[in-house]
């Protein structure tokens, strides 16, 4: 792995520097590239415009690995709060996303159903959809066992995200796809072994395609399989638009997506050629870990950064 990587996905797990930094007003107004506001208001004007822009967004409140159980449920208050902002918008164009972790899984399992659950029965209520976000591999068997316990429980506006760094995630597809996933295919974000994730990148962009192939495939499709390209990666968006056409998949069966603040170009490019985008929108003040993320997998970011506070 690239040493620079490494360097800020060991800074992402580093929680004193969390608490420090989360509470410090310089470090969160550089986190503004990627985050859009600390409340809510925030993050739903943030969603709000780029709706204008014909961008769909998934609104996510920052937060993970919560060990207390009244935090927990602060996070499921403030999920609910979300579902309140966003009731009135068009069902489809403001959706949401969680971590498990904030629902208190480290705590136990039967809590962060109970949390899950409260959330998922107001979003089903206004019809608005919840995308399960995945994290790094010591939660990945308990995320899917959760997810397809949801759906088994009605939740059908439920989708997971799955990672093509992961070299189980060809099966994991193939033993999900008769239940008609919504899935959003990323990369992968955590730093992982060479035991369960591929350390190469190319060989990390070959089973995105290959697993995104699956996931285009008639019979995925037939099952009612809503593939979310999520990656900023023009390579994966070419291949995509070409085998779409190839294939005649119609613009309604997938979409795209990316995180907030990246190829900001990109995005609106795709959503006037008429093809679905959507932005994953996080807000809140605990963006230390998703922030020192987004550097691993961009370092010439901060050198961006550091130029921009320069020439402010
Ligand atoms: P890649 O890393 O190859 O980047 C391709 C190009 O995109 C770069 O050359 C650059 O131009 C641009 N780019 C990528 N990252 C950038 C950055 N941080 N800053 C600036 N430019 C950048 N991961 C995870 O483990 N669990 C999850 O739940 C999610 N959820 C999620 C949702 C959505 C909607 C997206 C788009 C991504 C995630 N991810 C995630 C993150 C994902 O795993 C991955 O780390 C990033 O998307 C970067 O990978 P790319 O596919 O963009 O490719």
């Known amino acids: 792995m690239d040493p ?8 992402s797990r580093q929680k004193s520097l969390h608490k420090m930094l989360s509470s410090s007003g310089p470090f969160c107004v550089i986190t503004r590239r990627f985050v859009s506001g600390d409340t809510i208001e925030e993050g739903v004007k943030a969603s709000k415009e780029l709706n204008q822009k014909g961008v769909m967004v998934s609104l996510d409140c920052l937060g993970e690995s919560v060990l207390d159980e009244k935090m927990a449920d602060a996070v499921v208050q403030e999920y609910l709060k979300i579902m309140e902002h966003i009731k009135d918008e068009e069902a489809f164009k403001i959706s949401v996303s969680l971590k498990l972790t904030q ?17 998922l029965q107001k979003a089903k209520d206004y019809g608005k959809l919840v995308t399960i976000d995945m994290e790094d591999t010591p939660y990945t068997d308990r995320t899917i066992d959760i997810y397809k316990s949801m759906l088994a429980e009605g939740f059908k506006g439920t989708g997971i995200v799955i990672q093509s760094y992961l070299r189980r995630t060809e099966s994991d ?8 996933p919504r899935v959003r295919l990323c990369k992968g974000a955590y730093k992982e072994p060479a035991t369960v994730a591929f350390p190469d ?40 638009l070409d085998y779409v056409k190839k294939n005649n998949i119609a613009h309604d069966k997938f979409e795209f997506q990316m995180l907030y603040g990246i190829r900001r170009d990109l995005q609106e490019k795709l959503a006037k050629q008429g093809y679905r985008i959507r932005a994953y ?18 370092p010439a970011n901060v050198l961006f ?3 921009n506070m320069l020439y402010r």
Request: glycine fraction near 6%; charge should be positive.
């Open 4 to 11: 620079m990587k490494e360097f800020f996905l060991f800074l």
């Open 103 to 119: 629902l208190g899984l480290d705590i136990g399992k039967e809590l962060c159903l109970k949390n899950l659950r409260q959330i």
């Open 173 to 180: 597809i193939r033993n999900m796809l008769p239940l008609g």
């Open 201 to 240: 990148k190319k060989d990390v962009d070959k089973n995105y395609l290959n697993i995104l192939s699956i996931l285009l495939s008639k019979e995925a499709l037939g099952y009612g399989t809503y593939p979310e390209v999520a990656s900023h990666d023009e390579k994966i968006i070419n291949w995509t």
């Open 281 to 298: 929108v996080p807000y809140g003040t605990h963006c230390y870990p998703y922030f020192m993320r987004r550097l691993a997998e961009r």
């Open 305 to 307: 950064m550091a130029k």
